[in-house]
């Protein structure tokens, strides 16, 4: 289980890997495949 949502995992725009910690204090807008979401469901 995660600490903060901060620590999660996530791809930028440019494909790289990195957390929401880089983010912090900004807004953003969270976008997730269709097929991320429909695995995640599962």
Same mark, same amino acid.
């Given at each position: !289980?995660? @600490?903060?949502?901060? *620590? *999660? &995992? +996530? =791809? @930028?725009? @440019? #494909?790289? +890997?990195? *957390?929401?910690? =880089?983010? %912090? #204090?900004? &807004?953003?807008?969270? +976008? !997730?495949?269709? =097929? +991320?979401?429909?695995? %995640?469901?599962?």
């Amino acid at each position: !289980m995660q @600490d903060s949502i901060l *620590t *999660t &995992v +996530v =791809k @930028d725009i @440019d #494909g790289e +890997v990195t *957390t929401l910690e =880089k983010y %912090a #204090g900004n &807004v953003l807008l969270i +976008v !997730m495949s269709l =097929k +991320v979401w429909l695995n %995640a469901a599962i």
